[in-house]
């Protein structure tokens, strides 16, 4: 079969309609309540605009030939059964035969053939979830000692429809054993599955050709990277929506995976972020109202009524039920108390403390910074406004406030800080070096722009330490690459996110005015960040001068998570001059002391442990659907996590000194070490 043939190919593929390989009676019962989605007069001249926009545009100069369309076909048959729930091996082998032409459909417009497959999709889908209630008439054997495996996604597909029907029949009863493990009795697990498969089916039912081609679409983007995407026009009207309301309620933002509500970005100075214990990627699958009222199931909601049930008056409760993002396969729900508040951006400002701590017998006094994003109002800035927020302005009206109070030394706190404005990372990192460049960025048509820190004045020369985790991305990477590349302090925590790609959203309309019916937008990766010394941020991120344990493998979390990432690379370094305030030897004699610390500090070792045993845990990918053995599984997994996520709830005894105030704060075991080791620092520099 050649290329030419591949219309030809359509037509019949269209001709079949949404039966192919399922029996007539199926398709008749199906027939009955799915409405037939096909393209929008819009969404050919669409394609062809976005793949004109990627080809032309995206940094990755990637050609659009069969190597390519081979990745698109296996996005989308991923995108549309990711768990390989509802298709069965004989579809797609049958599917595999149009995998060398999505390149062809995205060039001429034509894309009936993936449409085809989402409704097949949607009639398999609608099939497999009116079984669901058969299921549910009779109690599962939760004794037995049955196997099944949750993440399905490098499993084989299902031969025939029989095994499809097991595999449905254990999927079930692991649903059902959850529930049970929460202690729910089995009319309770009865009424709770129903209902949550009723509404799912009702959400599939209500798919229509905008969801088609927007999941279409964006199998074909992320073939490029993962953070290129194409939004629907409801999909970009509601994301703004939503960016006007997240400042009320939790403070997050939501997305929806299939049947799944996700975090999508935690906002800093909100309840959520405040918590610690809400991340991206996790998910939310109950929400209750106050302190009294029973859970509410959201799995197969819309987006919308989940986001209504957990948005409320300002002062009110909302207990929420998440499955966290790194937690095993079959770990029960955390459940989350929060008070409704509206996010004061003031909160989301830099803010400082003072930490008093005694090393060889000498106490000294260490400056604490905290950053949540690299903040800078625009609007602000514009019109003149003398007090705009800035994160470069606050940092040194507090690094002058630390000093004024005679500090020996400085930490400036970046963990969980995801980024901001690219100009304030440079005048953030340009208080502390003298002018000079402090980042590279290379676009699309290789050339390299430098950002430089033109100001020669140095806010604070003083010893100086920076804290980062999994979490701190982009302009958090930028600054503290700097930071290591000059010499100037010491990196400190868990290897960075590795997020060094920057990001455009391009409104489809400006390029086809004339069409009457609104286009959607396009968030397209332009160009990738490099530090003064050449390396690139992405991918590997910043790789901390002493690395503390952590509880995300790069494997399952960051930018090296994504399989469409762009790769780390190297470019010319720039020309730089190191302050040397940090050397080898210095980090040699640092490490030495961390060593010991990890050897001999319970605190540390017992982390250490919970952290490995919860890698473990998350490594298995089979799991029991016996009940007593589940138990015993989730207790030891659930001490692991609290453990792990003690960090932040244990009562220290030190006295902590913030806007004149004495009082205590939760014990956060990184922050101690790492003060001890800025301790250490100053104390061999003057010693």
């Known amino acids: 079969?050649?290329?030419?043939?591949?219309?030809?190919?359509?037509?019949?593929?269209?001709?079949?309609?949404?039966?192919?390989?399922?029996?007539?009676?199926?398709?008749?019962?199906?027939?009955?309540?799915?409405?037939?989605?096909?393209?929008?007069?819009?969404?050919?001249?669409?394609?062809?605009?976005?793949?004109?926009?990627?080809?032309?545009?995206?940094?990755?100069?990637?050609?659009?030939?069969?190597?390519?369309?081979?990745?698109?076909?296996?996005?989308?048959?991923?995108?549309?059964?990711?768990?390989?729930?509802?298709?069965?091996?004989?579809?797609?082998?049958?599917?595999?035969?149009?995998?060398?032409?999505?390149?062809?459909?995205?060039?001429?417009?034509?894309?009936?053939?993936?449409?085809?497959?989402?409704?097949?999709?949607?009639?398999?889908?609608?099939?497999?979830?009116?079984?669901?209630?058969?299921?549910?008439?009779?109690?599962?054997?939760?004794?037995?000692?049955?196997?099944?495996?949750?993440?399905?996604?490098?499993?084989?597909?299902?031969?025939?429809?029989?095994?499809?029907?097991?595999?449905?029949?254990?999927?079930?009863?692991?649903?059902?054993?959850?529930?049970?493990?929460?202690?729910?009795?089995?009319k309770d697990i009865k009424t709770t599955l129903a209902s949550r498969y009723a509404r799912y089916h009702k959400m599939i039912e209500q798919y229509n050709s905008e969801d088609a081609f927007q999941m279409f679409m964006n199998s074909f983007t992320e073939a490029f990277d993962p953070h290129t995407n194409y939004f629907s026009p409801i999909t970009s009207e509601n994301f703004q929506i939503d960016m006007a309301q997240s400042l009320e309620g939790i403070g997050a933002r939501l997305t929806q995976q299939m049947d799944n509500t996700q975090v999508y970005e935690v906002i800093p100075g909100g309840p959520a972020y405040k918590s610690k214990q809400i991340y991206k990627d996790d998910k939310i699958v109950a929400?209750?109202?106050?302190?009294?009222?029973?859970?509410?199931?959201?799995?197969?909601?819309?987006?919308?009524?989940?986001?209504?049930?957990?948005?409320?008056?300002?002062?009110?409760?909302?207990?929420?039920?998440?499955?966290?993002?790194?937690?095993?396969?079959?770990?029960?729900?955390?459940?989350l108390r929060l008070v409704r508040d509206k996010v004061k951006l003031e909160e989301e400002t830099a803010s400082k403390k003072i930490v008093p701590y005694t090393e060889g017998g000498t106490t000294y006094k260490l400056g604490v910074i905290t950053l949540p994003s690299f903040y800078f109002d625009w609007e602000g800035a514009q019109k003149g406004e003398k007090d705009y927020k800035s994160?470069?302005?606050?940092?040194?009206?507090?690094?002058?406030?630390?000093?004024?109070?005679?500090?020996?030394?400085?930490?400036?706190?970046?963990?969980?800080?995801?980024?901001?404005?690219?100009?304030?990372?440079?005048n953030l990192s340009g208080l502390f070096i003298s002018k000079g460049p402090v980042v590279q960025v290379k676009n699309a048509d290789g050339s390299i722009d430098v950002g430089t820190d033109k100001d020669s004045e140095i806010a604070y020369n003083g010893p100086l330490a920076v804290l980062v985790n999994r979490f701190s991305a982009s302009a958090s990477e930028i600054f503290a690459g700097a930071i290591q590349d000059y010499k100037r302090g010491i990196i400190i925590g868990e290897n960075s996110f590795g997020k060094g790609t920057v990001q455009q959203l391009v409104d489809l309309d400006q390029f086809l005015p004339q069409e009457t019916a609104k286009l959607g937008q396009v968030k397209l990766t332009l160009s990738k960040y490099y530090r003064v010394n050449g390396s690139s941020t992405q991918h590997l991120g910043v790789k901390p001068d002493i690395e503390f344990p952590s509880a995300y493998d790069a494997d399952n979390f960051g930018e090296s998570s994504q399989p469409s990432a762009l790769p780390w690379d190297q470019i010319r370094s720039s020309s730089f001059t190191p302050v040397n305030k940090i050397d080898s030897k210095l980090i040699e004699q640092l490490t030495r002391i961390y060593s010991l610390d990890l050897q001999n500090n319970a605190e540390f070792k017992e982390l250490q442990y919970d952290i490995e045993e919860a890698k473990k845990a998350r490594s298995k990918n089979e799991i029991s659907l016996n009940y007593n053995i589940r138990k015993a599984e989730i207790d030891d997994v659930r001490a692991a996590r609290e453990s792990i996520r003690d960090l932040s709830t244990q009562i220290n005894d030190s006295e902590v000194k913030e806007a004149g105030t004495d009082r205590k704060e939760p014990k956060d075991v990184y922050l101690d070490e790492s003060l001890k080791l800025l301790a250490n620092l100053i104390k061999i520099r003057l010693g």
Request: aromatic residues 10%; without cysteine; proline residues 4%.
């Open 391 to 426: 994160a470069t302005r606050d940092v040194k009206r507090l690094l002058a406030e630390l000093e004024a109070d005679g500090v020996d030394g400085v930490m400036m706190d970046l963990r969980f800080n995801g980024g901001g404005s690219l100009q304030e990372a440079i």
């Open 287 to 335: 929400v209750a109202q106050g302190d009294k009222e029973d859970f509410v199931d959201v799995i197969g909601w819309r987006l919308d009524d989940v986001v209504q049930l957990i948005r409320g008056p300002k002062g009110t409760v909302v207990r929420l039920k998440i499955v966290p993002h790194d937690a095993p396969d079959g770990s029960l729900p955390v459940e």
């Open 1 to 186: 079969m050649n290329k030419a043939s591949f219309l030809w190919i359509a037509l019949f593929f269209m001709l079949l309609g949404t039966g192919i390989q399922a029996s007539a009676a199926r398709a008749e019962v199906i027939a009955d309540t799915t409405k037939l989605i096909v393209p929008n007069a819009e969404h050919g001249k669409e394609a062809l605009l976005i793949t004109r926009l990627l080809l032309q545009n995206h940094y990755r100069k990637t050609p659009l030939n069969d190597s390519l369309s081979n990745v698109i076909f296996n996005n989308y048959i991923t995108n549309l059964d990711n768990n390989r729930m509802y298709f069965v091996a004989s579809d797609i082998e049958y599917f595999k035969r149009y995998k060398d032409y999505f390149d062809n459909y995205l060039l001429t417009g034509n894309i009936d053939v993936p449409f085809q497959m989402f409704r097949l999709y949607q009639e398999r889908a609608l099939d497999r979830i009116s079984k669901v209630n058969k299921i549910l008439e009779t109690e599962p054997d939760f004794n037995s000692d049955e196997m099944f495996t949750p993440d399905r996604e490098k499993e084989p597909w299902a031969k025939s429809f029989d095994e499809l029907d097991e595999l449905w029949r254990k999927t079930i009863k692991y649903q059902a054993l959850g529930l049970k493990l929460e202690g729910k009795e089995w």
